[in-house]
């Protein structure tokens, strides 16, 4: 007999999810009460606290939003959505202030304002940082402990997102979330998704290995529309020290002068780009994917740059470093891209409202049109805080539906060994460089998983990224095909799960 899954009914919003979209999304929803769930403790299992850089924000008497606005653009490759890119940019100076309120030690300049470092592809150095390279540990810490304290929030731990509850017209009226081991439905009047990325798909990856595209599979699932999500961006320099995930090597690095250089100890960026080791973020993977291919080696070499100050000034790269036997200060670092962030996502508002009533996204796992094919650097970190604040407001303002869920199919989980095979294949044919012949082999190999194991949500990514990978003939940011054809018009990608799923060569795509 089927057994009953137990059932609450939360006078509220349901947040899954306790990054920095989470919490500040939770946060922002007071008075309206919240059940903010996560699989991790607080402050564990999500990329914001992994986070290096910062959050970039124009905060600077010789910067503004327009100029941040149009670097975002710039770094997008033609994909970015203009209006949203200037709203998250005339949002910065706040959202850093807001962080900075609740206690985020951020650093700063003699005269009392923010410290702020150069990144890659920006025009002023508008990173605001934290003790070097602490920024993520430190804002989730503030958040966290406001969260904690904040009487409308309620935090369980242990508990992990199964599938969403919708009614008849597909409205989402809550989720069925594993808690402590038990499958329970919970019935709410908005559900925030903040589920992070899809870094665990990836043999590669800086972010926690356990973010496999939790969210972006349930709400395809559930017939949400999906945006760009062939784009992933792969961070170019994450330390080769053997460790899954890998610890990050920041772009803050380069800022301050660290080169890059092969085994033979050449600098070879001026080979790839004219701005070198400050050309943008894919562009650099490409190059250092290239080095290694070719047997050459790729380092990162800040022995000049930052040398003995590193125990100061990048404490936490100087950790990761030493624990895999660098001494950056005396050595060049071994370096690799990796997975780092999916600039697709659930297609949202500049509210977090998705295509389903009811259902909002913020953060990773949400496509706002703000990062285009390549994100800028630390806007990640400023996606979060502006568009989950906003997703936070109005998903307390939603109406109750008031009707009953009819629908909540927990599907499979993708047995661990599968995954793995998954994550290597990914790496391999839809990572930073990728053709058509490897994109149609990984979809036929994510078409037998889903025959031999079901069809789970981390299948449903996967299949997402590698068969609208596939689709685009073209390269554009962080979507490089070797065999790619002529850039054509720039054309945003949006896609409901049926659009995708065919076997290669079967694929259509619906206009939106
Ligand atoms: C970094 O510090 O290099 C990462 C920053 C980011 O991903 O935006």
Known sequence: MKRLRPHQRH????????????????LASSPA???VLTGAPLNQGCSSAWAQGGLAAALADDDGP??????????GAGLVDADMALLLASEGPAAVRALADLGAPFDRAADGGFAQSLEAAHSRARVARVKGDQAGREIMNAVTVAAMAARHIEVRTNARLQALLQDAEGRVRGVIAEIAGEPTEIVARAVVLATGGIGGLYAETTTPAELVGDGLGLAAMAGALIGDPEFVQFHPTAIDIGRDPAPLATEALRGEGAVLVNAAGERFMGRYHEKAELAPR???ARAIHAERTAGRGAFLDAREAVGAHFPEEFPGVFAACLGGGIDPRTQAI???PACHYHMGGIVTDAD????LEGLFAAGECASTGVHGANRLAS???????VFGARAGRAAAAQADAGSHPQRGTVPPTLPPEALQQLRKLMSQHAGVVRDAQGLANLLAVIQAMEAAHGRSAALVAARLVVA???ARTESRGGHFRADGEAGSEPRRTFVRLADVDAPAGALRFAAE
């Not at 919003?13 to 939770?26: E, Y």
């Not at 327009?66 to 770094?75: F, G, I, W």
Request: hydrophobic content about 55%; glycine content about 10%.
């Open 468 to 470: 609208c990978a596939l």
């Open 11 to 26: 006078d509220g919003v349901v947040v899954v999810g306790a990054g920095l979209a989470g919490l500040t999304a939770a």
């Open 352 to 355: 977090g409202r998705t295509s």
């Open 282 to 284: 894919d562009v650099v």
């Open 334 to 336: 071994p370096v690799a």
């Open 66 to 75: 327009e100029l941040h606005a149009a670097d975002t653009v710039a770094a």
């Open 379 to 385: 806007n990640s970190l400023l996606e979060a805080a």
């Open 33 to 35: 009460k919240v059940l």
